[in-house]
């Protein structure tokens, strides 16, 4: 097992994953995820993270292998709850994170790249959620995810047929925010994530937050909410800036 690394360049955090042949997560490999992620968010100087892996495959899920070492229900609900508290924390995350997905992006891979902000992919990858055809269901939060994400209907498909879909198709669906050649992937998303780093940190961690409540917050509180955040976001020091840049016709310097 080869656990994933972390290269910084440029206010941007790139998370490899290398665990041939098929780029399996594991509890350990989720537990390194979490150890990066506080990191990253330590660290000022980061902006933007994509994730992406070498070989084959985004990954094709769980590592079947650790189901089989499991303590019946018990180990498995804690697995589950350890990767869908890891999960849960790269969508809260106060940074953008970036999915870039070839190969395969399958079950608790698929799951992984659900809970990133945004979502890149390759024309023929596939992405979808097999478990039933092990007689399981999705552990790491794809049940709920995905019906947010690509509407119930999309969902219940994909979930029940436990097949999987195309780059393009899941682009259609609203599944991935664009499709590219993988020869350009990697490039492409360190091209939005220098977009996003551009931007004032403290705005950006406002929106995200903004952004993930208004799915479970009644409309009037997420209003409220949003002027509380842009009154606080209005005092900060990039805001200042933002508007003088503006005024003098000057590209901004956000700190």
Known sequence: MVLP????NNEIAIITFNNPPANALNSKIVGEIDQLLNKIE???NIRAVILHSE??????????????ELDGKSGAEELGRKGQEVFKRIETFSKP???????????????????CHIRLSTKDAKLGLPELQLGLI???????RLPRIVGQAHAVEMILSAEPINGETAHAIGLVTK????ANLVDEAIQLAQKLASKSPASTKAALQLIHQAIALPEDEGFLNERQ?????FETADAKEGIQAFIEKRKPNFS
């Open 229 to 233: 955040a842009f009154s606080e976001v």
């Open 42 to 44: 330590s660290d000022s």
């Open 55 to 68: 070989g084959r495959f985004f990954s094709a899920g769980a590592d079947i292998k650790e189901f089989t």
């Open 138 to 144: 999705p552990g790491y939060g794809g049940t709920q």
């Open 179 to 182: 499709v590219v050649d993988e």
């Open 97 to 115: 994170v970036i999915a870039a997905i070839h190969g395969a992006a399958l079950g608790g891979g698929l799951e992984l790249a659900l809970s």
């Open 5 to 8: 690394k972390m290269d910084v």
